[in-house]
């Protein structure tokens, strides 16, 4: 029984360049939603022909639902809405998620790739883990692999695909468009994308097999802002201690709490920043 986890996430989705493609709620917004579930749709079909038994979405930009479940694959099912433990992968915690596809990811903040960004969409200009540069997706890799669940599809921008190399080199990985500029790419039609996703995913559930779970290691996560009131903010979190103007830094036993941890400092950063000044 092989079983895939997609955490799906809008930005690196087909055709998407702008901020009001991927923000709930605008016309862009609702013209955009049909070709991130195409992708996600694209994956779906690619995993069941590569041999999966079972598919779970995960939804995992902004307000967690974005993919039109009418339209989505009957064969898979879909986790959707906010709140969740494990937010961008949840469900992986419970064991028995083969191999995870990460689906419309992105660079991270202080990055070149369109839309770039780690969590919010500003304020931060970079988050560390042990001293590396952390997409979203290299964050996500440690969590999952506490589980013992392989990367196994990355789609996105060009550069994305390069920063997947760096923590699943083995994982195919589909660039649906190329880095122009943070709000421009060149960009290939959902057609073309959807069948380099399927075919990648196909592939990809090869490689979706449990491994030993990573060992445990206390890591040190630094996060960088914009302004310095936001790093006062951040140490309202227990453990969180400021280490510069503008940068904090926590340690984490497991990646678990050290992404919990990540979700609390950004959440209380979110709502420290002011309209005009940030």
């Given at each position: 029984?092989?079983?895939?986890?997609?955490?799906?996430?809008?930005?690196?989705?087909?055709?998407?360049?702008?901020?009001?493609?991927?923000?709930?709620?605008?016309?862009?917004?609702?013209?955009?939603?049909?070709?991130?579930?195409?992708?996600?749709?694209?994956?779906?079909?690619?995993?069941?022909?590569?041999?999966?038994?079972?598919?779970?979405?995960?939804?995992?930009?902004?307000?967690?639902?974005?993919?039109?479940?009418?339209?989505?694959?009957?064969?898979?099912?879909?986790?959707?809405?906010?709140?969740?433990?494990?937010?961008?992968?949840?469900?992986?915690?419970?064991?028995?998620?083969?191999?995870?596809?990460?689906?419309?990811?992105?660079?991270?903040?202080?990055?070149?790739?369109?839309?770039?960004?780690?969590?919010?969409?500003?304020?931060?200009?970079?988050?560390?883990?042990?001293?590396?540069?952390?997409?979203?997706g290299l964050l996500n890799s440690l969590v999952v692999a506490e589980y013992g669940t392989p990367v196994v599809l990355v789609t996105g921008d060009d550069r994305t695909c390069a920063d997947a190399r760096g923590y699943a080199p083995d994982a195919p990985a589909v660039a649906v468009k190329e880095y122009v500029s943070r709000y421009a790419a060149v960009c290939r039609t959902p057609a073309r994308t959807a069948a380099d996703i399927r075919a990648a995913?196909?592939?990809?559930?090869?490689?979706?097999?449990?491994?030993?779970?990573?060992?445990?290691?206390?890591?040190?996560?630094?996060?960088?802002?914009?302004?310095?009131?936001?790093?006062?903010?951040?140490?309202?979190?227990?453990?969180?201690?400021?280490?510069?103007?503008?940068?904090?830094?926590?340690?984490?036993?497991?990646?678990?709490?050290?992404?919990?941890?990540?979700?609390?400092?950004?959440?209380?950063?979110?709502?420290?920043?002011?309209?005009?000044?940030?």
């Amino acid at each position: 029984m092989t079983r895939i986890l997609i955490s799906a996430d809008m930005e690196g989705a087909t055709g998407v360049t702008w901020p009001a493609d991927c923000l709930p709620g605008t016309p862009e917004w609702e013209r955009f939603r049909p070709l991130f579930t195409s992708d996600v749709n694209a994956a779906i079909a690619g995993f069941f022909d590569g041999g999966a038994d079972e598919v779970l979405v995960n939804e995992a930009h902004m307000s967690m639902r974005n993919l039109l479940l009418e339209q989505l694959d009957d064969r898979a099912r879909m986790l959707t809405g906010r709140h969740k433990a494990l937010s961008m992968v949840e469900g992986v915690q419970h064991g028995d998620i083969d191999g995870i596809a990460f689906v419309g990811y992105h660079t991270g903040a202080g990055d070149e790739g369109v839309l770039a960004h780690t969590y919010l969409g500003n304020s931060l200009t970079g988050v560390f883990v042990d001293g590396v540069r952390a997409s979203e997706g290299l964050l996500n890799s440690l969590v999952v692999a506490e589980y013992g669940t392989p990367v196994v599809l990355v789609t996105g921008d060009d550069r994305t695909c390069a920063d997947a190399r760096g923590y699943a080199p083995d994982a195919p990985a589909v660039a649906v468009k190329e880095y122009v500029s943070r709000y421009a790419a060149v960009c290939r039609t959902p057609a073309r994308t959807a069948a380099d996703i399927r075919a990648a995913a196909a592939r990809g559930a090869a490689l979706a097999v449990r491994h030993e779970p990573a060992a445990l290691a206390t890591r040190t996560i630094e996060i960088e802002f914009d302004a310095e009131h936001l790093a006062g903010a951040a140490t309202i979190v227990p453990g969180v201690e400021q280490t510069g103007p503008r940068r904090v830094a926590y340690e984490a036993p497991t990646m678990y709490e050290g992404i919990r941890c990540f979700k609390a400092v950004t959440t209380l950063v979110s709502a420290a920043v002011e309209e005009w000044y940030g």
